[in-house]
Protein backbone atom coordinates (compact mmCIF):
# COMPACT_ATOMS: atom_id res chain seq x y z
CA UNK A 1 0.00 0.00 0.00
CA UNK A 2 1.15 3.30 -0.09
CA UNK A 3 3.26 4.79 2.40
CA UNK A 4 5.29 8.19 2.92
CA UNK A 5 7.38 8.67 5.76
CA UNK A 6 8.49 12.29 6.45
CA UNK A 7 11.40 13.30 8.54
CA UNK A 8 13.86 16.12 9.38
CA UNK A 9 11.83 18.56 11.17
CA UNK A 10 12.39 20.48 14.85
CA UNK A 11 12.63 23.59 16.37
CA UNK A 12 14.94 26.14 15.18
CA UNK A 13 15.45 29.72 15.29
CA UNK A 14 14.50 32.29 12.85
CA UNK A 15 17.14 32.71 9.92
CA UNK A 16 17.89 29.02 10.40
CA UNK A 17 17.42 25.94 8.22
CA UNK A 18 16.53 22.72 8.10
CA UNK A 19 16.17 19.57 5.65
CA UNK A 20 13.05 17.30 5.42
CA UNK A 21 13.22 13.95 3.75
CA UNK A 22 9.98 12.28 2.09
CA UNK A 23 10.48 8.14 1.46
CA UNK A 24 7.85 7.00 -0.83
CA UNK A 25 6.64 3.42 -1.82
CA UNK A 26 3.23 1.60 -2.87
CA UNK A 27 3.29 3.81 -6.33
CA UNK A 28 5.65 4.29 -9.21
CA UNK A 29 7.16 7.27 -7.52
CA UNK A 30 9.15 8.17 -10.30
CA UNK A 31 6.82 9.00 -12.81
CA UNK A 32 4.76 11.39 -10.66
CA UNK A 33 4.13 14.59 -9.42
CA UNK A 34 5.50 15.33 -6.08
CA UNK A 35 4.70 18.16 -3.64
CA UNK A 36 5.09 19.07 -0.07
CA UNK A 37 2.52 20.29 1.56
CA UNK A 38 2.35 22.08 5.01
CA UNK A 39 -0.45 23.03 7.69
CA UNK A 40 -0.64 25.37 10.65
CA UNK A 41 -2.63 25.31 13.45
CA UNK A 42 -6.24 26.28 12.68
CA UNK A 43 -5.12 26.51 9.00
CA UNK A 44 -5.77 24.89 5.81
CA UNK A 45 -3.30 22.77 4.44
CA UNK A 46 -1.26 24.27 1.58
CA UNK A 47 1.31 23.33 -1.33
CA UNK A 48 4.10 25.25 -1.07
CA UNK A 49 6.60 23.09 -3.74
CA UNK A 50 5.81 20.82 -6.18
CA UNK A 51 8.21 18.65 -8.54
CA UNK A 52 7.86 16.93 -11.87
CA UNK A 53 9.31 13.24 -12.44
CA UNK A 54 11.50 15.40 -14.81
CA UNK A 55 12.25 18.07 -12.84
CA UNK A 56 10.15 20.74 -13.53
CA UNK A 57 9.24 23.01 -10.06
CA UNK A 58 6.91 25.23 -8.69
CA UNK A 59 7.06 27.32 -5.43
CA UNK A 60 4.27 29.21 -3.40
CA UNK A 61 5.20 32.94 -3.12
CA UNK A 62 5.63 32.40 0.65
CA UNK A 63 8.64 30.28 0.63
CA UNK A 64 10.10 30.83 -3.06
CA UNK A 65 14.17 31.73 -2.59
CA UNK A 66 14.02 30.30 0.66
CA UNK A 67 13.29 26.71 -0.21
CA UNK A 68 14.44 24.46 -2.45
CA UNK A 69 12.98 20.97 -3.61
CA UNK A 70 14.79 18.11 -4.84
CA UNK A 71 14.45 14.04 -5.83
CA UNK A 72 15.96 11.51 -5.99
CA UNK A 73 13.77 8.88 -8.21
CA UNK A 74 16.10 5.55 -7.25
CA UNK A 75 15.93 6.40 -3.78
CA UNK A 76 12.29 7.20 -4.08
CA UNK A 77 13.03 10.08 -1.84
CA UNK A 78 12.16 13.79 -1.88
CA UNK A 79 13.78 16.45 -0.06
CA UNK A 80 13.18 19.91 0.91
CA UNK A 81 15.67 22.37 1.75
CA UNK A 82 14.51 25.28 3.97
CA UNK A 83 16.52 28.47 4.35
CA UNK A 84 16.15 31.48 6.35
CA UNK A 85 13.32 29.81 8.04
CA UNK A 86 10.66 32.57 9.56
CA UNK A 87 7.90 32.32 12.45
CA UNK A 88 5.38 32.03 10.02
CA UNK A 89 6.52 28.57 8.88
CA UNK A 90 5.75 26.32 11.73
CA UNK A 91 3.49 23.72 10.71
CA UNK A 92 3.32 20.37 9.98
CA UNK A 93 4.57 19.18 6.92
CA UNK A 94 3.78 16.40 4.71
CA UNK A 95 4.81 15.15 1.27
CA UNK A 96 2.47 13.58 -1.48
CA UNK A 97 1.24 13.03 -4.85
CA UNK A 98 0.10 16.59 -6.76
CA UNK A 99 -3.41 16.45 -8.22
CA UNK A 100 -4.82 13.43 -6.47
CA UNK A 101 -3.31 12.50 -3.16
CA UNK A 102 -2.45 9.90 -1.73
CA UNK A 103 -2.76 8.97 1.97
CA UNK A 104 -1.57 11.08 4.25
CA UNK A 105 1.63 10.64 6.16
CA UNK A 106 2.15 11.45 9.76
CA UNK A 107 4.29 14.67 8.70
CA UNK A 108 7.30 15.98 10.48
CA UNK A 109 6.82 19.19 12.93
CA UNK A 110 8.97 22.58 11.63
CA UNK A 111 8.66 25.03 15.02
CA UNK A 112 10.90 28.31 14.24
CA UNK A 113 11.37 30.53 17.21
CA UNK A 114 11.38 34.13 16.60
Known amino acids: QVQLVESGGGLVQAGGSLRLSCVASGFPFSIVRMGWYRQAPEKQRELVAAITFGGSINYADSVKGRFTISRDNAKRTMYLQMNNLKPEDTAIYYC????????WGQGTQVTVSS
Open 96 to 103: NTVGPTAS
